[in-house]
């Protein structure tokens, strides 16, 4: 049976999901620098500096229930980057497997001329082979090799920027 996604703007009430879906990564220590689980409390003001047509966060749904989120975020901070955006994917660990990954990379990069983006960059860390295999899938390359940047339970890891040019 083929699985059908929807993906909708977040609204403030999917935080806590948002954040239950984040904090079942940081234990891998693969995929995001915290040490310990976050709170919705501590992620209110991130969640603000999102919007649905500068810079969205989706909320990815099957059957009703979240699945997934997908965090278009701005790079560097500058008015003179503004069509360059980080894009974060998060699965719960239910749904992973199921291509997933591939079908909300492929909607970001559908998204990104109304979202006036040219450039998505991913920062990954060394080790995580299963997404820089799927980022690779779509054409994203290593633009940057950051040596030993992070320290998780006291092992140095690297962080790679995979970045993406997009067809103007």
Known sequence: MFETFTIRNAKLTDL????DIYNT???SRMVTADLEPITVDSRVQWFNEHSPKFRPLWIVESQGEV????SFQS???RPAYNATAEISIYIHPDFRGRKLGKFLIQKAIEACPELQIKTLLGFIFALNEP????????GFETWAYLP??????GVERDLLILGKRLPS
């Not at 806590?16 to 954040?19: E, H, R």
């Not at 699945?67 to 997908?70: I, M």
Request: proline letters at 0%; aromatic letters at 18%.
């Open 148 to 153: 030993k940047v992070a320290e998780l339970d």
């Open 67 to 70: 699945c997934a989120w997908v």
């Open 75 to 77: 790079f560097y901070g």
């Open 131 to 138: 997404s820089i295999k799927l980022f690779s899938g779509f």
């Open 25 to 27: 990564t940081i234990s």
């Open 16 to 19: 806590s999901v948002i954040i």
